[in-house]
């Protein structure tokens, strides 16, 4: 069975636990263009917005997340759990319920990720397609 999850807003308080779960997803990945500072102001600016969620499963926060949604599609800016929780179904029982919304929605679902993530074989099995790359990123679509 899937783990279940719920979401709660996030906000500027939750840095403290959103900046380590991200360095340690995405600096192995940037190594050569890795700027902290950029960084942090990636991770302050998702915070900031509406779109960001503390993903929480077994009634503790698990990872975090970021989207931003119009009138034709929904994107996943940002997808980061703990260590402790990958490889154990919670990513894709994450996905798969954005996949149900976004076609009860009749929207399209897209994430950006690194080229080089390992997320990406995750998303590839869920039948996420890539459809772009722009310098370092990938853009995939289901």
């Not at 960084?39 to 997340?65: F, M, N, P, T, Y």
């Not at 980061?80 to 990513?91: D, F, I, K, Q, T």
């Not at 950006?112 to 390992?118: F, G, I, Q």
Request: proline share 6%; glycine share 6%; hydrophobic share 40%.
């Amino acid at each position: 069975m899937a783990p279940s999850f719920e979401l709660r807003p996030a906000g500027k308080a939750d840095f403290e636990f959103c900046w380590p779960i991200y360095c340690e997803g995405l600096q192995p990945l940037m190594t050569a263009d890795w700027r902290e500072p950029d960084q942090r102001r990636i991770v302050e600016r998702a915070l900031a917005d509406a779109g960001s969620s503390i993903l929480r499963s077994e009634k503790s926060d698990a990872g975090w997340l970021h989207m931003t949604e119009n009138s034709q599609i929904i994107l996943l800016k940002q997808l980061h759990l703990l260590p402790a929780v990958r490889n154990r179904g919670l990513g894709t029982s994450f996905l798969g319920w954005m996949k149900d919304r976004a076609e009860r929605k009749r929207k399209d679902l897209n994430a950006e990720l690194p080229t080089n993530s390992p997320a990406r074989h995750l998303l590839e099995r869920m039948g996420f397609k890539a459809v772009s790359t722009a310098g370092a990123t990938l853009t995939m679509r289901y």
